[in-house]
């Protein structure tokens, strides 16, 4: 049976006809014992077919991870008002100054990995990832010094001083389990680098049901409170990354052809890694910091107003882990294509990813939309916070679709490694232009309360998709490729 590369060589020979490309493979695949099982050219559907296979259990992981935080706040919600309080504020002081700088780093892996699966040199797949292992470990420690004197630091910017001493002490405990947190998401990419998604999956069905036993047990059982909940939370993140390695020792062993062995190397060459890690932490905090600048603007309205964008926002945030979850696979998809050296597949490739984001973007929209009447009394009792997120569900819908679209950009952009474009382009519109247009169709003299504000973030995410787009048509890929062969020969 014929190998990729002959296939490849016998193509070139041939005359051009009617269904030619008008211009062929600027580079052929770097690794071509790999091209069978990675770059086999099914046409697009087959690609399509490809994406949501990988996307599927990459939507359920991160669903299940979310499901950590819900955990928490309803077993915070069957405790005291306090109690859900210092819940609230401890959550999202971990999300910002935490999840998203480890989250953020971990996106380089995505663009690093899979570039260097496809150009064959698979052991810098494992080089890459202890690399991170060590970036990982110096940046928690910042992050957990925070954690450690918070109980100090919040009272200082939050006035009910008994609610933020609550919230550092769920941060003290919390700290236990930040390490597992991080190396779990290193350790996921050096999975899903060689097409392998289910992993983090198989993890998290074990570890979800995990945390919610004990959650149970210590706040009700032991009687442990909010501690309880955040000892239960760290415990489960521990053992993610352990049970991540059984399932590789056991079940992927076929994997460790990527794992060189632990490397002096890991030690240096961290500059391309740190700079995607810092470009990858400014995406997300600008994404996640407008968000809660815009949740603090909506209490200069009223108390029924903050509660119901809590609302919307808790359906927005479950919404974009489908997008999102995809753009994840489309990093490793084009990462792989651009590593094999393979610009015209990697392009159709995006044009067609463009096509399944606005599907998804849709989608969302019109569930949450024709679905508005059951999904917002899930989350409340009150009659009157109930009419305000569903009077508001029209401009979550629309924000869906170039929510979608948005994070399909940032993906084909952390497959390309352009993360630092995409932290720039989100930084300057989110803060320049989206939040305070929301702020102002909020708030301002439009009057239009929560449905400005979500007309004006998405009106911030159109132009965020456009100038992408127009970058990612402007850029010459070839470039790119180049960057890549040029680095893993460094290596």
């Given at each position: 049976m014929r190998s990729a590369a002959e296939r490849h060589s016998e193509e070139a020979l041939l005359p051009p006809n009617e269904s030619s490309p008008l211009l062929g493979e600027a580079q052929p695949p770097f690794n071509d014992e790999l091209a069978p099982?990675?770059?086999?050219?099914?046409?697009?559907?087959?690609?399509?077919?490809?994406?949501c296979q990988q996307s599927f259990p990459l939507i359920i992981t991160y669903l299940l991870q979310y499901s950590a935080t819900l955990i928490t706040t309803i077993a915070a919600g069957h405790l005291t008002s306090n109690d859900l309080g210092a819940a609230s504020i401890g959550l999202t002081t971990m999300n910002i100054i935490g999840y998203a700088l480890v989250e953020g780093m971990a996106t380089a892996l995505d663009t690093v990995c899979a570039q260097a699966y496809g150009s064959g040199q698979v052991t810098h797949v494992g080089l890459h990832v202890q690399r991170m292992l060590a970036l990982m470990t110096l940046a928690i420690i910042p992050i957990g010094v925070f954690w450690m004197f918070s109980p100090w630091i919040?009272?200082?910017?939050?006035?009910?001083?008994?609610?933020?001493?609550?919230a550092g002490i769920f941060l003290q405990v919390s700290l236990i389990g930040l390490p597992g947190y991080a190396f779990f998401e290193a350790g996921k990419r050096f999975m899903q680098a060689q097409g392998e998604f289910k992993s983090g999956t198989a993890v998290l069905i074990i570890t979800t049901?995990?945390?919610?036993?004990?959650?149970w047990y210590f706040t009700m059982v032991l009687d442990l409170?909010?501690?309880?909940?955040?000892?239960?939370q760290a415990i489960a993140n521990n053992l993610r990354p352990l049970l991540l390695l059984g399932y590789i020792v056991f079940f992927a062993p076929w994997s460790l052809k990527c794992w060189?062995?632990?490397?002096?190397?890991?030690?240096?060459?961290?500059?391309?890694?740190?700079?995607?890690?810092?470009?990858?932490?400014?995406?997300?905090?600008?994404?996640?910091?407008?968000?809660?600048?815009?949740?603090v603007s909506t209490t200069y309205i009223d108390t029924n107003h903050l509660a119901a964008q809590t609302i919307l926002s808790t359906i927005s945030v479950i919404t974009w882990h489908i997008p999102f979850s995809i753009s994840v696979a489309v990093s490793t998809r084009i990462g792989v294509?651009?590593?094999a050296g393979f610009v015209l597949r990697a392009?159709?490739?995006?044009a067609m990813y463009s096509?399944?984001?606005?599907?998804?973007?849709?989608?969302?929209?019109?569930?949450?939309?024709?679905?508005?009447?059951?999904?917002?009394?899930?989350?409340?009792?009150?009659?009157?916070?109930?009419?305000?997120?569903?009077?508001?569900?029209?401009?979550?819908?629309?924000?869906?679709?170039?929510?979608?679209?948005?994070?399909?950009?940032?993906?084909?952009?952390?497959?390309?490694?352009?993360?630092?474009?995409?932290?720039?382009?989100?930084?300057?519109?989110?803060?320049?232009?989206?939040?305070?247009?929301?702020?102002?169709?909020?708030?301002?003299?439009?009057?239009?309360?929560?449905?400005?504000l979500w007309y004006g973030l998405g009106s911030g995410m159109v132009f965020i998709v456009l100038i992408e787009s127009i970058y990612m048509r402007w850029i010459n890929w070839q470039d790119r490729i180049d960057d890549i062969r040029e680095r893993e020969e460094a290596d």
């Open positions: 099982e990675l770059l086999a050219d099914g046409g697009l559907f087959s690609e399509c077919v490809l994406i919040l009272p200082l910017v939050i006035k009910q001083h008994e609610i933020a001493v609550q049901p995990i945390n919610a036993l004990l959650t409170g909010l501690p309880g909940a955040a000892l239960a060189g062995g632990w490397s002096r190397d890991a030690l240096n060459g961290w500059g391309h890694l740190l700079s995607l890690s810092i470009a990858g932490t400014a995406v997300n905090l600008a994404e996640w910091g407008a968000f809660e600048i815009l949740m294509f651009l590593g392009q159709r490739a995006a096509l399944i984001f606005l599907v998804v973007g849709v989608a969302d929209g019109l569930a949450i939309y024709f679905l508005r009447d059951y999904l917002t009394p899930i989350f409340s009792n009150d009659e009157e916070v109930v009419r305000i997120a569903i009077n508001s569900t029209l401009g979550l819908a629309l924000f869906q679709i170039v929510d979608s679209l948005s994070s399909g950009c940032n993906g084909v952009l952390r497959g390309l490694g352009c993360q630092s474009v995409a932290a720039w382009i989100v930084l300057c519109i989110n803060y320049l232009g989206a939040v305070p247009l929301a702020i102002w169709l909020e708030i301002g003299s439009p009057d239009l309360k929560l449905g400005g």
